[in-house]
């Protein structure tokens, strides 16, 4: 069994940063963070594997990024540059797994 647990949600303003970090309890492979927004559904953000691969939705390429600890089980997700759309529940998940995170609020707005 695998529990995620989140950190580093929060209110910033257009043109901020903020930083998720997602500590497994548990082997982990490939690691992903989706959001979802009020009305709309859970979309992937960015995926990497366990050799440091990664993926993007294209509108954070170059403004989000997705890296990973593997000694210590922690995957983070440096978030630049955000602007209201950015606004949503974020989640760390095990690839094609059941275990998600509990998903901290991001809020982007002046």
């Known amino acids: 069994q695998v529990q995620l647990v989140e950190s580093g949600g929060g209110w910033v303003q257009p043109g901020g940063s903020l930083r998720l970090s997602c500590a497994a309890s548990?082997?982990?492979?490939?690691m992903a963070w989706y959001r979802q927004a009020p009305g709309k559904q859970r979309e992937l953000v960015a995926s990497i594997t366990s050799c440091g691969n990664t993926v993007y939705k294209d509108s954070v390429k170059g403004r989000f990024t997705i890296s990973r600890d593997n000694a210590n089980n922690k995957v983070y997700l440096q978030m630049n540059n955000l602007n209201p759309a950015d606004t949503a529940v974020y989640y760390c998940t095990l690839w094609g797994s059941q275990y998600w995170g509990q998903g901290p609020q991001v809020t982007v707005s002046s």
């Open positions: 548990g082997i982990i492979s490939t």
